[in-house]
């Protein structure tokens, strides 16, 4: 494997690479289980290189291009869309001015091209309808284009490998074509494209119809593309989701609000995690975003699952079982792997099987063990399953005996291919002083000790419902001590805020970062430290108007352009919020979620992307999207289901029966909410939320079962 040399000179073995080619051109993104489409608005796959158009399954690109013209010409778009499944495309089309020489034989707008993709979970089904409005039959001579590259989605990313298995002469018949490549892994990648009816000619390349098509009636060509690979995946079948005993029928959570812009962002988001949320044998996991992390991951899947999990706790229960069974077992120093692990990163394809990469899986995550606890203890919160509890046990106890190996959490990548930086902010460059040198390792990260702290509190409960109150005090305790010590390390009293990190040397790392709010979020932070930190995080210095910046802007690493020095990621802030929210500072809290709430609105869709740039806020324009970010992004599209469930001020407690909603609070642009089919256990509310002068008024609708909702002002 070729490594890139980034402008500072630091190996960075992973980095994605920022094209201009086709830079500019609309996607349209479609995902079924393991595959995934990305299209440009014709719904063509553009022949561009450097570019992540194409069709996807199992992490290779089985389809490179395939672009439909007519008498040799692109159609003019008309309109494009993704259904809200996300698994179908629509692009109208009509067709320019067509000519013989320079004089035009068939006037431009003549006739509708009607595409229909529908994304399968081993190829795409396309249906092209031809519809003329000319007053006399036409001939017709269209052509599809096509390539395969099987391109391996890290290559596609920008690494450069050394060598590439066999691509084979593509196998051609009146009505198919078969494309195939045989990889360094063994595996026999097959990309075949059948057409009906059978084309005027199939060549490498191209397959050519020539039709008549008379006036005010239809023609409809289909195109069946499949993707096959011997050996075959295994793909075992998926669980049923989680049914609570006595609840026969669950059904979908149903939010209205008084802001139509609120619903449809909440609508969009819902609809992409529906569709990032992947079956599998263990239940759903949501895998990370299109098109450069569609797969399961640990931090993200459980951050994911965790800000969602209010509205649907099936997709929390088969994360929490996925990471299990994947649990670490063994010491191994490729995949940074020890007994007790969750993992990183979990890849297929042919670079990750023949270990070219380190995501087979990948365990360089200090945060994913920490988050997986939490994630445990607050499905318990909310259903009371303790079949699942006891399921869970065994990873339970090995992920709490790999995190109490030290008091503070740390990494250092065993790895020669390993990340660098194995928090959440996993760029090369990072974790830095305050003179913009990079940290050296061990690195104990702000937010990580915050997950351990939260952990640790989480679990004592999971020991209380076990029946175990010794190991939950001795859990408690252990709390306690870690936020003492938390704040005589972190806490720097000249700039009254957190620093980033440790480093090896139990020195901090004296910047100014997004970081600590994720301490605010897990509690760790003493009351009486939150007021400062608090005003920081909405200072320019760290609010650009649209979120909460990655890092301060009088910090020497600062660019509002870079991954992770500068950006804005929408469930960053989010968990700041959320911190915000949880010390009592309700305008700031409003102040951030009323920045999200706008950002989506400017956004394609009301999608929150990835990250934007942290470039300051423009009045009457939006922020300025990242180039190469993932969109949809699952905990991105957690962002709107996270900041509700804080607007109502939800405290589970399913052992109880009682769920309780504190301080609810709605902002200036949402004058009421109402949310049916809020579960809690066995339980079901329908509530209406009106705002007030001061917080908001809550009335219950309805209630099935018999747990108690409680409202505390």
């Not at 201009?20 to 479609?30: F, N, W, Y």
């Not at 430290?529 to 020497?556: K, Q």
């Not at 079901?684 to 809550?698: C, M, N, P, S």
Request: charged residues 25%.
């Amino acid at each position: 494997m070729l490594e890139r040399d980034d402008e500072d000179g630091a190996r960075d073995p992973y980095y994605i690479r920022a094209s201009p080619t086709g830079a500019d051109l609309k996607r349209l993104v479609a995902k079924c289980d393991d595959a995934f489409l990305v299209a440009d608005q014709h719904g063509d796959l553009p022949d561009l290189a450097e570019s992540e158009f194409g069709l996807y399954v199992d992490g290779t690109r089985f389809l490179r291009s395939l672009e439909l013209t007519v008498h040799g010409q692109r159609p003019l778009s008309l309109s494009a869309a993704v259904s809200t499944d996300g698994r179908h495309v629509a692009a109208d089309l009509t067709n320019p001015d067509l000519c013989h020489g320079e004089i035009v034989v068939l006037r431009g707008r003549t006739l509708r091209l009607a595409r229909r993709l529908e994304l399968t979970p081993s190829g795409l089904d396309q249906v092209l309808t031809v519809e003329s409005f000319n007053p006399a039959p036409h001939e017709l001579v269209l052509m599809w284009h096509y390539t395969a590259d099987f391109a391996d989605v890290f290559e596609v990313r920008g690494m450069i490998r050394e060598r590439r298995g066999e691509l084979y002469p593509p196998d051609l018949d009146k009505a198919l074509a078969r494309l195939a490549y045989r990889g360094l892994d063994g595996t026999l990648r097959v990309t075949t494209l059948a057409f009906t009816p059978a084309p005027e000619k199939v060549a490498p390349g191209f397959a050519r119809h020539r039709i008549t098509v008379p006036p005010g009636q239809v023609i409809e060509l289909r195109l069946r593309i499949t993707a096959d690979q011997e050996p075959a995946p295994d793909r075992p079948r998926p669980v049923p989701a989680w049914v609570p005993d006595g609840d026969p029928t669950p059904s979908a959570v149903q939010v209205a609000s008084g802001n139509a812009g609120f619903d449809g962002w909440l609508a969009r988001s819902w609809a992409d995690l529906r569709m990032l949320g992947t079956a599998t044998v263990h239940g759903r996991i949501a895998y990370a975003g299109i098109p450069w992390f569609v797969a399961p991951f640990g931090r993200d899947s459980i951050i994911t699952a965790l800000q969602h999990l209010p509205f649907d706790p099936d997709l929390a229960r088969g994360t929490l079982r996925f990471l299990a069974a994947h649990q670490g077992r063994e010491e191994d120093e490729f995949t940074d792997q020890s007994p007790g692990k969750i993992l990183h990163e979990f890849r297929r394809g042919e670079m990750a099987a023949c270990r070219e990469i380190v995501f087979v899986p990948y365990y360089g995550s200090v945060d994913s063990t920490p988050l997986f606890l939490m994630l445990a203890a607050e499905y318990l919160r909310w259903t009371n399953d303790q079949a699942l509890l006891a399921e869970l046990a065994p990873a339970i106890e090995a992920a709490l005996e790999w995190m109490d190996h030290a008091e503070y959490l740390t990494y250092a990548s065993r790895s020669s291919r390993g990340l660098v930086n194995q928090g959440w902010k996993d760029s090369h460059d990072a974790i830095m002083h305050v003179d913009g040198e990079g940290a050296a390792g061990p690195i104990a990260l702000v937010e990580v000790q915050g997950y351990k702290y939260a952990a640790l509190c989480g679990v004592a409960a999971i020991e209380d419902a076990r029946g175990r109150p010794e190991a939950a005090a001795q859990r408690r305790a252990a709390a306690a001590t870690l936020r003492q010590r938390f704040m005589a390390d972190f806490w720097m009293p000249d700039k009254r805020f957190c620093a980033l990190a440790l480093d090896g040397d139990g020195a901090p790392c004296e910047v100014v970062s997004s970081n600590p709010g994720h301490a605010l979020w897990t509690g760790i932070v003493p009351f009486d430290h939150a007021a400062p930190m608090v005003e920081r995080f909405l200072s320019p210095e760290l609010f650009s108007g649209w979120g909460v910046r990655t890092l301060g802007t009088g910090e020497r690493r600062y660019n509002p352009m870079s991954y992770h020095n500068g950006s804005v990621w929408p469930h960053d802030t989010a968990i700041a919020a959320a911190g915000i929210r949880r010390y009592g500072f309700t305008d700031q809290f409003l102040t951030l979620v009323t920045a999200l709430f706008e950002a989506a609105q400017h956004c394609e869709g009301r999608r929150l992307p990835e990250l934007f740039c942290g470039f300051p806020r423009v009045s009457g324009y939006g922020a300025t999207p990242y180039p190469v970010a993932c969109s949809p992004q699952a905990w991105a599209a957690g962002v709107a289901s996270q900041l509700l469930a804080e607007m109502l001020g939800l405290e589970p407690d399913a052992a109880e029966n009682r769920l309780t909603l504190t301080r609810p609070v709605l902002p200036r642009w949402l004058p009421w909410l109402e949310v049916r089919g809020l579960r809690l256990g066995r339980s079901r509310f329908d509530v209406h939320v009106t705002r007030g002068r001061e917080g908001a008024a809550v009335e219950v609708l309805d209630r099935q079962g018999d747990a108690e909702l409680v409202v505390r002002g």
